[in-house]
């Protein structure tokens, strides 16, 4: 938590400066925010050697343009990253680099543009009446107990993908399914772990916890269901026009050729994993933040009532908007990002080997005490400053940045605060004494033990 200081969202506390490197590997195990020390919120990089392996945090912000925005193909994507979610993700684009990465955007990009958004958008809305309407079921039930958010929050965001994605709500058995199983498999395996950032040599078998790979196939033969019945919707003329038919019809503009069925089924994976997990974090922190400042609980209420359920009035939630931006700041879904060095590299006269392990990470970049005004405070008016204006362009990258960034960064943009208006329209949120979160890194960041709400209706 933030030292003794109330009126500050949370923050987890830093380890002591110097720890054994077995010390750190369990700190790191259970934490990874906890696990580093505060120096970081100052450094612009900062070097960890170990007798395994080194790594760099790159937390300057032209290092970080140069890694993600100017010279991506000479940083891939670490193939770690991926170890924990290879059966279930297989080819995705989250995973793979180099020339078939760059196919798979080319087919995947054109259903994220500008104009393809509007058409989600009552698909988003409907997904938010829902959400709504379980709510108000759960708050009546809840006979003024606390409820924890990120349960809510989850349920709506994977509703909005599946709306979105196949016009199929998260009541739709097969969804459903989908949606209980994802769960089995992140509490199993983390998006984000230790092997990620520890290169294992190639011949080291790996293991996955029981149970990991029989879930990852379960849920890939529902997903294969969804597609090939849509395929064949596709054929028959009878398709929806969504995201999964945009995609499905899409021909690469270089190579004529679309994506086959098991390739299909890797992305669908993606866009789900990396589509509703995260969501669901920033809108569960979103709400906490409100929670904590209720005079700009007020403030979004009061601009949600002239919402209107069109794609257009989107651009009246300008608060709405910038709180949601703050609070990506403040808890970016994903902490850290790691890439690897492919040719050796001098970084502030530093000599980066060739294979090292480079992380970028949004969560102290966005909090960095030498580039930020009030870095650990809740501003939501900063985004109007100098300073603000400027550390969003060279310091904030909660969907990454270049050509690797985030695919659902605008739908996200779209999603955010449009769910947290139609929120706190019908619904008021309250702190519940006793019970702040403390954020910690698993797939995404995370309340230790849940974010715990009193939740009451409005009128
Ligand atoms: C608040 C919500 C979201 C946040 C903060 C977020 C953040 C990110 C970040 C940081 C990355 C880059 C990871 C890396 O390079 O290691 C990423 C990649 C990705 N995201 Fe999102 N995301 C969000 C929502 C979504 C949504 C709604 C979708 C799809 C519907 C989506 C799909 C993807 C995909 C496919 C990639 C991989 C892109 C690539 O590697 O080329 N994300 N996201």
């Not at 505060?38 to 790594?55: C, D, G, I, K, V």
């Not at 994507?77 to 924990?84: A, P, V």
């Not at 798979?104 to 009552?122: N, S, Y």
């Not at 772990?193 to 996955?208: D, E, G, M, Q, S």
Request: proline share 8%; glycine share 6%; with cysteine.
């Amino acid at each position: 938590m933030t030292g003794s200081d109330p009126t500050l969202p949370p923050k987890p506390p830093a380890r002591p400066d110097r720890v054994s490197l077995w010390r750190y590997v369990r700190l790191f195990k259970a934490d990874i925010l906890s696990a580093q020390p505060a120096r970081l919120y100052r450094a612009w990089m900062a070097e960890f050697r170990t007798p395994f392996f080194r790594s760099f945090l790159m937390n300057q912000p032209d290092l970080v343009k140069t890694v993600l925005k100017e010279r991506p193909d000479d940083f891939p994507k670490s193939d770690r990253i991926g170890e924990g979610l290879k059966p279930l993700l297989g080819q995705s684009v989250f995973l793979t680099n180099g020339a078939q990465w760059k196919r798979q955007r080319r087919i995947i990009d054109p259903a994220f543009e500008g104009g393809r958004l509007k058409d989600t958008f009552p698909a988003m809305w409907a997904a938010g009446e829902a959400a709504l309407a379980r709510l108000e079921r759960q708050v009546a039930r809840a006979e003024g107990r606390a409820i924890e958010v990120e349960e809510v929050t989850s349920h709506a965001a994977a509703d909005v993908i599946f709306r979105t994605l196949f016009s199929i709500p998260i009541e739709h058995e097969v969804a459903a399914e989908v949606f209980s199983r994802f769960r089995a498999y992140q509490r199993a395996q983390p998006i984000l772990n230790l092997a990620a950032f520890v290169p294992l040599p190639r011949w080291v078998p790996r293991f996955y916890p029981r149970g990991t790979r029989a879930n990852a196939r379960i849920i890939r033969d529902l997903i294969r269901r969804l597609t090939a019945e849509r395929m064949t919707a596709i054929e028959a003329g009878t398709a929806p026009d969504d995201l999964a038919t945009k995609i499905m019809t899409t021909r690469d503009p270089v190579t004529g050729e679309g994506f086959g069925t098991e390739e299909m089924v890797d992305q669908v994976a993606i866009f789900f994993l990396a589509g509703h997990e995260t969501s669901a974090s920033a809108l569960a922190w979103t709400l906490y933040l409100m929670a904590l400042y209720p005079e700009w609980q007020e403030r979004l209420a009061e601009e949600a009532q002239a919402m209107v359920p069109e794609f257009s009035g989107m651009s009246r939630l300008r608060l709405s908007r910038d709180v949601f931006r703050e609070a990506l700041r403040l808890y970016p879904p994903v902490p850290m990002m790691v890439r690897e060095a492919a040719c050796p590299e001098r970084f502030r006269d530093r000599s980066v080997p060739k294979g090292s392990q480079l992380v970028l990470s949004p969560w102290h970049l966005h909090r960095h005490e030498r580039l930020w005004d009030n870095p650990d405070g809740f501003d939501p008016t900063r985004w109007q400053t100098e300073n603000g204006k400027q550390c969003q362009r060279e310091a904030y990258i909660p969907f990454s940045a270049g050509p690797r960034v985030c695919t659902g960064a605008g739908f996200a943009m779209v999603e955010g605060p449009l769910l947290l208006s139609m929120l706190l329209r019908r619904f008021r949120v309250e702190r519940v004494a006793g019970r702040e979160p403390v954020p910690v890194a698993h797939l995404t960041v995370r309340a230790k033990d849940g974010i715990w709400l009193k939740i009451s209706r409005r009128d």
